[in-house]
């Protein structure tokens, strides 16, 4: 019987992107969901990104580019690495792909050899495993927790080197437990890391998402590290621009060129219109946003604090909050027609949390903490108060 290939059979699908599906549908179908899933801005794409692809569209500019991305904007992303981040890198040094993802993805496929391994701080974004184990690799989770504000120090990740370690992954601010590693804190990672000789791939997706802290890039540690490291951003948080699907990495030429190749044959260029929509979108990043989404970290931070069963670090980044949920498994919860439900495992509360009190958030068991559940903050005050107040009533019904 024909089967199909051993990677279809090893992979699901996103569990980040399978709950919005199903969050999403079921708001269509008149349910009144609030929607805590996904980690998407509820901020409209700036005016400028979506007047530079509405001019993109009506003056034609709407055929294949350079597979790596038009060098306009990979100069003008070449002048944000400078601005914001520090770091020097020439326009091909630089490859846009069709979203962060497939930046990520296409860094895998160039540097991982069957049975390299990764080291990746644990709870991860979803995704990282998942594409290390695709092109062959084999992800070794570092273990972190609240003790340490899900951080990992330079003594956890010296042990988890081996011969076969091809690669370190950083991903600071943290999806999903929003950890900012502090300059020093990098500093302590990078001195380890300079021992062997690995590459680095950091993650900095949600570098303009911080809140009374500062983001340090590792690739400006040192001129050694900075030849060995990718630097991976996108628009897809900082300009809620998700849907136009544009990321980018900043890393070695001759990878920057391998990472080229890969893509030629993949998708080839991200879409000409989103490239133009990026292009408008550099310089845009409003303060106001920050802001906006440290008061809403700070409201959820402080509700969690007063629920029984929950406990969670405060995060300094991203736009997300991770509490344990752990002391909550067993206790059992009183159903609307007077029957108990007994809640075997936070995977189960997150679904009890969808059907009873309609809050949609992700559980941990996709990022390796199957204690924790993700919430995003990535919407309104309103919405996250009505989340908050559903929680609470849901949480009082258990015991
Ligand atoms: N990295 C991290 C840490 C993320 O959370 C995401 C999810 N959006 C991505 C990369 C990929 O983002 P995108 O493909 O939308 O650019
Ligand atoms: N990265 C976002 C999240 O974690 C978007 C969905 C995805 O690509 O995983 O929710």
Redesign the pocket.
């Known amino acids: 019987m024909l089967q199909r290939s051993d990677r279809a059979n090893a992979i699901s699908a996103?569990?980040?992107?399978t709950i919005?599906s199903k969050t999403k549908a079921l708001v269509a179908s008149g349910v009144d969901v609030v929607n805590l899933?996904?980690?998407?801005p509820d901020f409209p794409t700036p005016e400028r990104a979506s007047l530079a692809a509405i001019a993109a569209i009506t003056s034609n500019f709407t055929k294949y580019t350079a597979v790596g991305g038009i060098v306009e904007l990979r100069r003008g992303i070449a002048e944000k690495l400078w601005k914001d981040n520090q770091l020097q890198y020439d326009p091909d040094e630089i490859i846009v792909s069709s979203?962060a993802?497939q930046s990520l993805y296409n860094i895998f496929m160039t540097i991982l050899n069957p049975g390299d391994e990764v080291i990746l701080p644990l709870p991860y974004?979803?995704?990282y495993p998942e594409q290390i184990k695709l092109c062959g690799g084999v992800p070794i989770p570092v273990h972190t927790d609240e003790s340490t504000g899900f951080k990992i120090t330079p003594e956890r990740l010296r042990e988890a080197f081996s011969a076969k370690t091809k690669a370190v992954l950083i991903n600071s601010p943290s999806?999903?437990t929003g950890a900012v590693y502090t300059p020093d804190e990098i500093r302590a990672l990078a001195r380890v890391i300079e021992e062997y000789p690995v590459y680095v791939v950091s993650d900095e997706?949600y570098e303009q998402l911080i809140y009374d802290v500062e983001h340090f890039s590792i690739a400006r540690y040192s001129d050694t590290l900075r030849a060995r490291t990718f630097v991976v951003n996108g628009f897809?948080?900082t300009h809620a621009m998700?849907g136009w699907r544009v990321g980018y990495v900043a890393g070695p030429r001759e990878l920057v060129e391998s990472m080229s190749s890969f893509q030629s044959h993949t998708t080839a260029n991200p879409s000409s219109i989103s490239q133009k929509a990026a292009l408008g979108a550099l310089g845009t990043f409003d303060l106001n946003t920050r802001h906006e989404f440290q008061q809403r970290r700070d409201y959820v931070l402080a509700q969690i604090e007063q629920l029984r069963g929950l406990s969670c670090s405060r995060p300094d980044g991203a736009f997300?909050i991770f509490p344990n949920a752990g002391s909550l498994v067993g206790a059992s919860l009183r159903l609307n027609d007077g029957k108990r439900d007994k809640i075997d495992s936070v995977d189960h509360l997150c679904e009890l949390l969808l059907s009873e009190a309609h809050v949609s958030v992700?559980p941990g068991a996709g990022f390796g903490a199957p204690d924790n559940f993700?919430i995003?903050y990535a919407t309104s005050m309103p919405n996250l108060q009505t989340a908050m107040q559903r929680i609470s009533s849901f949480l009082a019904r258990l015991n």
């Open positions: 996103s569990p980040t992107l919005d899933s996904v980690g998407e979203g993802k974004w979803v995704s999806n999903p997706i897809s948080k998700t997300y992700v993700r995003s």
